[in-house]
């Protein structure tokens, strides 16, 4: 994240190393890079696999510019691609608990992943939609089926404190097998997948694995706001819906603490418990608002 210019806790500070976010994703690329390389030749020349593109985004943090650039300027047209495999913060596997977001972005294929998670030795968190604030929103966008590899929120994204040291490499090669497993799938499959548009945001109840609680909000995508965060969609029967929060609010403050990032508010849950109840700002249609939340457990 260089030099903390945006979206970071402080700002304008130290070097921020990130090797969660998102160097975890930038070498899980590199490591599956090599190996579907070796599959390839063992498959020899006749074989009838798909091609694999291997491509890091710059920009995610300043609002997604690298893969939108990319969807708008395509060296394979979108058609011909089945599907986008997506890591985004992949070095802090916990507990052997990884969500995978997107399930539900082509036509059967929560289905068709289904024994790849069984098999990873992972317990895996599934959501239909995709991450809507990385890089497979933009695929999305324009009809390419998205997986988006997630292990969590955590105290040091976007902070200097995010570095090597506190990735679990062990974890991040369980994680790298089973999208191995799922990449050789999608290649040796003649039948391409057919893009779906599920509803916004995770299940009721799913759990992201970075607090005791969750909210059921999906940020805006590359808002730079000057304070609060955009909500772009809420989920059914979660916190947030329950509370009367809607699609288009602005969340301004948390029980009177400003909201300055998403990480301000992944340190706000992770003070609280089921049950509690917090008053949340909003804004909306140019008035502030004031809603009381019940907060949920995160896992249902």
Known sequence: NGYGMFGTDPSNGPLYPGADDNASGTAGMLVLAKKLAEHYGELGDGASARSVLFIAFDAEERGLHGSRHFTENPTVPPEQMTALLNMDM???????????????????????????????????????????RSDDANFNRVGVPGLHFFTGMHPEYTSPADQAYTVNPVGAAKILDLMYGIAVDLVSSPTQLVHAAPAAGPRPGASRGYAPVRLGIQPGLGEELETGILIEAVSEGTSA???GIKGGDVMLSWNGTQLESMRTLVEMLQQHKAGDIVKIKVKRDGQEVELPVTLKASGG
């Open 90 to 132: 992949i070095g802090r596997l916990r507990s052997n608990k990884l969500s995978v977001l997107g399930v539900g972005t082509a036509e059967g294929l929560e289905d068709r992943l289904r024994p790849h998670f069984e098999n990873s030795g992972l317990t895996v968190a599934v959501t239909p939609a995709g991450s809507g």
């Open 241 to 243: 819906a329950d509370g």
